[in-house]
């Protein structure tokens, strides 16, 4: 019995390590591999909760522990790889400089940085007070209240994937752009702890009637995925929010 309660916390604990290692990978800057890690805690985190609840062993710990290891794999990580990729448009020569006044660079005991990039980190922050909000939340049931973590985390991952295997300059000179990656950030920030009430993707029973909206969000996913690879992300992301506000069926 006491091996049964500890089963949902070791693999939120996987989760934590998963992060722990993209984080390593996030501050080398091999945005690659740290992707593959943070899905993979992702997978974790969304077996932990279902685990204890099969099981049975739900508790106020494993609630906590569940949101501190998400605030390293969805948080800290996906902050780092902002502050990455803002810091990588800032030094790509066709897109900025660092003439510009946003761009100053502070020195301290032979240390440079560029200032601009910490707006990056906003995302860690964000992502803390949206985690401390839900599990203080106990309506968030069957809905949720402004974008999950885990959602807002594969739209920042999937930036560098984007770079790295779509090929396309248009997209490229896009998301190596610092002014767009600052306007997504602070978008992400707002959408983590807005108040717009998104459905949760839980099926109480799989009739289509109950869950029209969560079958053709699936669907119209699985097209995007297959026409677009990782550039659908962003867009899955978008009509999950659209399909909220359009059909206003978020808390069924």
Not at 77 to 104: C, E, Q, R, Y
């Amino acid at each position: 019995m006491r091996l049964k309660q500890h089963i949902p916390n070791i693999v939120t604990l996987l989760n934590l390590f998963s992060g722990c290692i993209a984080l390593i990978f996030a501050v080398n800057g091999n945005f690659v591999a740290a992707a593959f890690f943070v899905f993979l805690g992702i997978f974790f985190d969304f077996f932990d909760g279902l685990l204890a609840r099969k099981l049975n062993v739900q508790s106020p710990l494993g609630i906590q522990l569940d949101s501190l290891a998400d605030l390293v794999t969805s948080g800290v990580v996906p902050g780092v790889i902002m502050f990455k990729l803002i810091s990588l448009a800032i030094d790509a020569p066709n897109f900025s400089t660092h003439s510009d006044s946003w761009n100053s660079v502070f020195h301290w005991q032979g240390f440079k940085m560029s200032v601009l990039p910490l707006i990056g980190l906003f995302i860690a922050l964000a992502s803390a007070y949206r985690l401390a909000k839900f599990n203080l939340d106990e309506d968030q049931q069957s809905y949720f209240k402004g974008l999950p973590v885990p959602a807002n985390t594969l739209v920042i991952l999937s930036l560098p994937l984007i770079l790295e295997y779509q090929n396309s300059d248009l997209i490229n000179s896009i998301i190596i752009n610092k002014w767009f990656l600052i306007a997504l950030t602070l978008l992400s920030c707002y959408l983590l702890n807005s108040n717009i009430k998104l459905f949760a993707l839980k099926f109480k029973n799989w009739g289509f009637k109950d869950n029209a909206i969560r079958y053709i969000f699936l669907i119209l996913s699985v097209v995007l995925l297959i026409l677009l690879h990782f550039a659908a992300i962003p867009l899955i992301i978008a009509l999950y929010i659209i399909l909220t506000l359009l059909t206003k069926s978020s808390i069924v």
